[in-house]
């Protein structure tokens, strides 16, 4: 079909530029100057394989007085086994980067491109071993908790132990043991009495208490609307009004939840105060006493706990650029790389003045804007790389890439165990400057993140476009898989304090032009100045997301640029309840191409796709929904969606049926009006639909669009797939599929690549 062949091109992006490059970094160790570090460091060390400097720091001084001397040749510090201490993030800057400028680039459609020129600084394992990167400060001293608090679980006496905060350090918020992180003592929560506003939280009788260490108590929250949540400091408490104040605002009253949820469930849970220490590995801190009281679940043989850590970071490395801000040139730092290594225990970077949080947030506050909040941070970077790589338990994110980020590249690293995000690329604000792009994503494994703050996705891509997400496994999100975000309206005056309002460059917007409503028309006024834009999302496997939050989906386009392709993704077993679709283009977003994915066993209202704009659906497969949707297998929700393109589709039914598509209205309780949605006013044909039992199922769809000159090739039956349950979607011979020109469809080609098949 025409629309098949129009995108067809488009698969002839290949890894070419990705082998090149490799080839390039094992070159250059032949020629490369190298210094070595261990844990067991030489007192007259040198940098020598045989007297190795005993910390990062050192030998990174080392090479800069080598620099200073005039070596400009590129250079590798060889990391030992053993595990790393940093007791601060250490800052590579323009100095330790390559000192030639990369000169005129022709940057590509999509991704890095070709990266023909080695590493000038790479932090590498030495080969054949281990070594691990930490932001973790031993603590020492332990004795059995002997004089026993009142408000200690009965279950806990006699099993808890206490330390000494480790000297030097004020705050932390996460701990860790050999094994992993440990869990903060959280109670099992109460809800909201009734509405507060987003520093006022109304308790039930005894829930909260006006503890003497009241500042180190914190509140997981969900405030008021179901797809984001809030860690808050708690700043007082009225025990007999039952009234609390937090330290920080929420990112919405401190209020029920509206929708998806029962009102008598938990929305509020209390952490880090003794009376939740009942379980194995849950720890408190109390900043007053210096005192750190843990349960420990991995004890030495007397008992006591073995391998704590504190955190003294939330960001272990940045590598960073001189930022102007302000004005329309970064000058970043190039061609710094890290192979081999595995990045752990930093901490979760906390909320704790609104001063530094209101209006910096990220879209619904999911993440803040250029802030530590990443174990690996690049702040305006070019040609820089990270190569089999790990980033695991950890508080925040895995790695970040903010404001000037260009021509990195992310490949076959493992992200699990965090508390926050796994990958964030985020420019700068909505405005002309567009430094953030053309960074590859690529055979990574995501899983297990959003451990503590459950809206934080696998990979988001925020004011960031040009981009190459490739043969990722992403799976156990808390919320959304991934995002391609920006969804902050340039010309919306709501005050400095409200989303996303302070990341925008007033100075560089156009007056008028760009407000009003979420329309087609009004979009491409203001597209100019949101830069996630012409991403490739493609090859990836995605499944169990939104696991804790509602509201949430496998893929999340919404109030991004222009060109957005989402293509040739496996996304199966996401079956919250509360999903609206398994890929989902939201608000204010349009000239998305959602093509070639296997949507298998996913429920949610659409089990599907849902569309909140103008955006082309072509040749997807909906098969095995786990539910009859609610309004439609594909979902034109709320604006007119006239123009979409609905081509070469499959939707195989629920057995209990459902809508082949749905036209959601803003609000189903009022009558239709003109800015509702209208499947009439799409260009809809050539699709393939199959129920296994009722041959009819959808009959009175396919009369309804053909009286209007849609669906007219469109056909009813079975699409005799190969071997689906298996994963494979091609066509066995008379398929109807065939008949349609419909493309044949194989999870092997998506999710990680096995060694060799770059």
């Not at 809030?230 to 029920?256: C, F, H, Q, R, W």
């Not at 801190?285 to 003294?312: C, E, H, M, Q």
């Not at 490395?317 to 730092?333: A, K, L, M, S, W």
């Not at 070469?648 to 309780?669: C, F, L, M, V, Y």
Request: glycine share 10%; with cysteine.
């Amino acid at each position: 079909m025409k629309f098949h062949n129009r995108f067809r091109e488009l698969k002839r992006i290949v890894f070419f530029p990705l082998l090149f490059s490799i080839s390039a970094a094992l070159a250059q160790s032949q020629n490369a100057l190298e210094l070595y570090v261990s844990v067991d460091g030489s007192d007259q060390a040198d940098g020598s394989i045989g007297r190795p400097y005993g910390t990062i720091p050192d030998a990174v001084n080392a090479m800069r007085a080598m620099r200073g001397s005039g070596n400009a040749d590129p250079a590798i510090i060889y990391l030992r086994e053993g595990r790393h201490q940093l007791n601060e993030t250490l800052v590579l800057g323009i100095e330790d980067g390559n000192p030639s400028t990369s000169g005129f680039v022709t940057l590509g459609g999509y991704g890095a491109g070709v990266i023909a020129e080695p590493a000038h600084l790479t932090f590498a394992a030495y080969p054949g071993e281990n070594p691990v990167v930490s932001g973790g400060a031993p603590v020492n001293g332990w004795e059995k908790l002997q004089s026993i608090p009142t408000e200690l679980p009965a279950s806990a006496v006699g099993k808890v132990w206490v330390a000494d905060m480790p000297e030097g350090m004020d705050r932390f918020y996460t701990l860790y043991d050999e094994k992993g992180r440990l869990n903060r003592a959280r109670n099992s929560g109460f809800a909201y009495t009734k509405d507060g506003d987003k520093r006022t939280l109304h308790f039930p009788e005894g829930a909260l208490k006006n503890w003497d260490n009241v500042g180190d108590v914190e509140l997981l929250v969900r405030p008021y609307r179901v797809w984001v949540i809030n860690m808050l400091p708690l700043e007082s408490v009225d025990e007999d009004a039952g009234i609390a104040k937090t330290g920080v605002s929420a990112t919405y009253a401190l209020s029920p939840l509206r929708g998806f949820h029962d009102p008598s469930d938990p929305t509020v849970w209390v952490e880090n105060i003794l009376e939740a220490l009942d379980e194995p590995g849950e720890w408190v801190v109390n900043t007053k006493t210096r005192k750190l009281y843990l349960w420990p679940s991995d004890p030495a043989p007397n008992g006591s706990p073995r391998g704590i850590l504190a955190p003294s970071t939330s960001e272990l490395i940045r590598v960073e650029g001189n930022i102007d801000y302000d004005g329309p040139t970064d000058t970043p730092v190039r061609g710094i790389a890290f192979s081999g290594l595995t990045f752990t225990h930093a901490d979760r970077w906390a909320w704790t003045s609104d001063e530094t949080r209101l209006g910096w947030g990220m879209q619904h506050d999911w993440d803040m804007f250029d802030r530590p909040t990443a174990l690996l941070r690049f702040r305006g970077a070019e040609e820089c790389r990270v190569t089999d790589c790990r980033f695991i338990n950890s508080g925040g994110s895995g790695l970040r890439m903010d404001l000037h980020a260009q021509r990195n590249r992310v490949t076959d690293s493992e992200f699990a165990h965090l508390g926050e995000a796994g990958i964030l690329l985020a420019g700068y604000g909505p405005g002309t400057k567009d430094a953030n792009h053309h960074n590859d994503i690529i055979n990574n494994y995501i899983h297990h993140f959003s451990e503590i703050i459950w809206h934080a996705p696998g990979f988001w891509a925020w004011q960031s476009g040009h981009n190459r997400i490739t043969h990722n496994e992403i799976h156990h999100s808390g919320y959304a898989a991934v995002l391609i975000t920006v969804r902050v309206n340039p010309y919306r005056s709501r005050g400095l304090d409200g989303e996303g309002a302070r990341t925008i460059r007033h100075h560089e917007i156009a007056e008028g032009g760009g407000g009003g409503a979420r329309t087609y028309e009004n979009w491409r006024n203001r597209e100019k100045y949101y830069h996630s834009r012409h991403n490739l999302l493609e090859y990836n496997d995605i499944s169990h997301a939104v696991q804790l939050l509602s509201d949430g989906n496998g893929i999340y386009v919404s109030g991004a640029g222009t060109g957005n392709i989402v293509r040739y993704n496996y996304l199966h077993d996401n079956l919250a309840h509360s999903l609206p679709a398994a890929i989902r283009c939201d608000d204010d977003q349009h000239d998305t191409l959602i093509y070639g994915n296997i949507l298998y066993n996913n429920g949610g209202f659409a089990a599907g796709i849902a569309s909140k704009g103008v955006n082309d659906i072509i040749n997807n497969f909906i098969v095995s929904p786990a539910v009859k949707p609610t309004w439609g297998y594909v979902s034109f929700e709320w604006v007119p969606v006239t123009g979409s393109k609905v081509y070469n589709n499959i939707i195989i039914s629920h057995p209990e049926g459902g809508n082949p598509h749905g036209a959601r209205p803003r609000n189903p309780r009022e009558p239709p009006v003109p800015t509702d949605p209208k499947l009439e006013e799409t260009d809809m044909d050539s699709n393939l639909y199959y129920h296994p039992t009722d041959s009819n199922w959808a009959d009175d769809h396919l009369a309804k669009m053909r009286a209007v000159g849609n669906e007219n090739a469109s056909l009813s039956g079975d699409p005799l797939f190969n071997d689906p349950a298996n994963g494979d979607f091609g066509f066995r011979e008379g398929s109807p599929a065939l008949e349609l020109g419909i493309e044949p469809l194989n999870t092997e080609t998506m999710g990680r690549l096995k060694k060799g098949e770059e």
